[in-house]
């Protein structure tokens, strides 16, 4: 199955709207299925990416075998670590308690620097691009660096990213994909895995090293799975639920330009017929208080500046890109313990309130090394403080009214928790939403 069988299983659950019209159903309605099936069959050749194995597997073997490895802890070198380890299911395949960071490495003792992101609501996201290029009517749009999965963008696609904390010391801890194959062979998932790909997929440690990371990749764009689209929110958009009073205030405030200002990052709206992800992929310079917590920023010397370094090294001598992170989706957010790329907060009403904060009041933020209020942020060397956002509700001075009061702040907080999915919609009774 290649990359152009991966779309079309997108394109044919991908969520509509009642007025929206998928490309892949106008096709469904002038051919007949088994035509279809014929064309993504014929389209899923025996190889991937150049690359031939034994058996070819179908979607569903490679969905349910992504799944075996996914909750594999043989596949660490700590043998207790799976990637389930870290994105939980009951966490929307996000962290599964409130540490800043995770725990990993061959004894489980060596703290990471960021905490998982969800994995949740991703198969859409486009590669990394310093210059993502977005048409609005006959206008072509320079969004800026866009894309890329990670905090920093820098795994191109679902595959590449699968192989990071397999390989990560601080997480999976091997050494390279040898090793991980080794271990594979040596655990419960080789059954299975040879089953998919071949009797003697594992004697060649290259192609059985390739096989896992495609099912990793096909699992976790499973449309039920990775993106149901079935929260509360989901159901107001389809008029089948109102939201509460309180809701629907944060609703508004989330998406006014001159409040919160939410819906410009975390996008709230059905587009070209797309249900809204609450992202727009891009990479954005915040500037959230340093978290003293994390063990690498005992160091003074040390700061995660994203886009342009530690973990990211190709755009390391880019200056105007240091301090930027991806924007998450905000879908599930409310089932998070920990928020931002550093894990500096761990309630949702604090991250929020902290976009009231940064510029009317800093020093209820920031502090030096002593512990003492400061109006600057801590965890951004002055050089790269221009990178920071200035888009409402920043671009204030200190002693400004915030644009948000703290009973708006607790409304989008009840808005964000419409945003979990798993919602029941009532069977009767249920008002319809004012459109």
């Known amino acids: 199955m290649d990359s152009f069988a991966v779309l079309s299983c ?9 007025t929206s019209v998928n490309p892949l159903s106008r096709f469904l309605r002038r051919w007949p299925l088994l035509l279809v099936a014929t064309v993504l069959s014929a389209a899923a050749a025996p190889s ?26 043989a596949l660490s070198a700590s043998g207790r670590m799976a990637c389930a380890s870290c994105h939980d299911p009951a966490h929307a395949y996000g962290p599964p308690n409130g540490l800043s960071a995770q725990k990993g490495g061959p004894h489980l003792d060596q703290v990471g620097l960021r905490p998982p992101p969800s994995l949740m609501y991703r198969a ?3 590669s990394f691009s310093e210059h993502y290029q977005e048409s609005e009517g006959d206008d072509s749009i320079d969004n800026g660096p866009t894309g890329g999965f990670t905090w920093d963008g820098r795994a191109a696609s ?54 896992l990371l495609l099912a990793l990749e096909v699992f976790q764009q499973h449309p039920p799975t ?46 070209r017929g797309t249900w809204p992800r609450f992202t727009d992929d891009g990479l954005i310079a915040l500037g959230v208080p340093r978290n003293r917590s994390l063990p690498a920023n005992a160091d003074p010397a040390f700061f995660d500046l994203g886009l342009c370094g530690p973990l990211r090294t ?30 500096v907060y ?73 945003l979990s999915d798993g919602y029941l919609v009532p069977k009767k009774g249920a008002a319809v939403a004012a459109r």
């Open 226 to 271: 990775f993106s149901p689209y079935s929260s509360k929110y989901d159901a107001f958009l389809r008029g089948q639920v109102q939201l509460s009073p309180a809701e629907h205030r944060g609703f508004e405030a989330f998406n006014d330009p001159r409040r919160g200002n939410c819906a410009s990052c975390h996008i709230s709206a059905i587009r």
């Open 314 to 343: 190709d755009l390391k001598d880019q200056p105007q890109y240091c301090g930027l992170f991806k924007t998450p989706s905000l879908r599930n957010v409310a089932t998070r313990q920990v928020f931002f790329h550093n894990g």
């Open 158 to 211: 679902v595959h590449d990213q699968a192989a990071l904390p397999l390989l990560a010391a601080n997480e999976m801890a091997n050494a390279n994909p040898a090793e991980v194959i080794t271990r594979l062979a040596r655990s419960p998932s080789a059954a299975p895995f040879q089953a998919a790909f071949g009797p003697h997929v594992l004697a060649q440690p290259e192609l059985a090293w390739k096989g």
């Open 48 to 73: 991937f990416y150049g690359t031939r194995f034994e058996h070819q597997p179908d979607a569903a073997t490679l969905t349910e075998l992504g799944r075996v490895l996914f909750f594999d802890r």
């Open 346 to 418: 761990h309630r949702l009403d604090e991250a929020v309130r902290f976009y009231t904060l940064r510029d009317t009041q800093p020093q209820k933020l920031y502090r030096d090394a002593q512990g003492r209020p400061q109006r600057v942020p801590d965890d951004l060397p002055a050089p790269y403080r221009a990178n920071l956002n200035q888009d409402a509700p920043f671009g204030q001075k200190p002693g400004d009214k915030p644009r948000l009061t703290e009973a708006e702040v607790q409304d989008i907080v009840a808005f964000l928790k419409t």
């Open 10 to 18: 997108r394109l044919l659950h991908a969520p509509m709207s009642r």
């Open 124 to 126: 859409a996201t486009p």
